[in-house]
């Protein structure tokens, strides 16, 4: 009989934990800490009061091209260090359930890899989401933040 390893006896749950990402365009390293109160990326740009991650690489692909700033999009690869809850702006209160698997929380998020290698939507695709952003902002609509 084979003796269980470690990853035989995690639980379910263990094995699976989610990995989680962060889109953006701000240069971060290996161990640096992502906080909120940055200015947001949408809308007016107020300081956010959360900091946003998901769990699907379309999504951080979506934020990091979305992002505001001059250097390119990266994807990195965070922990949080606190407790996160579904991202309002995307889920129930917009979109039924959480297709995105998109999170915010209000404690930091470690940086723990980064994604090299990632395909960027079509440029047709890019603009019409970047002009349906702007629409929104034109309207006044901003992140929701309660």
């Known amino acids: 009989m084979k003796t269980p390893s470690p990853q035989d006896q995690a639980s379910p749950r263990d094995r699976q934990a989610p990995r989680f990402y962060h889109g953006t365009k701000a240069p971060f390293k290996l161990g640096d800490i992502i906080t909120p109160g940055f200015p947001s990326n949408y809308g007016q740009r107020k300081p956010a009061a959360y900091v946003y991650l998901t769990a699907t690489l379309e ?8 992002a505001v700033g001059d250097g390119p999009g990266r ?8 407790s996160v809850e579904d991202d309002p702006n995307l889920t129930d209160k917009k979109y039924p359930g959480n297709p995105t698997r998109s999170y915010r929380s209000r404690h930091p998020l ?3 890899g980064e994604v090299t290698q990632w395909q960027g939507h079509a ?4 603009q019409a989401m970047q002009e349906h952003l702007e629409r929104l902002k034109q309207q006044g609509i901003e992140a929701i933040e309660d």
């Open 123 to 126: 440029p047709e695709q890019l």
């Open 110 to 112: 470690r940086v723990v």
């Open 59 to 66: 999504a951080a692909i979506w934020g990091a091209e979305l």
């Open 75 to 82: 994807i990195y690869v965070v922990e949080p260090t606190g």
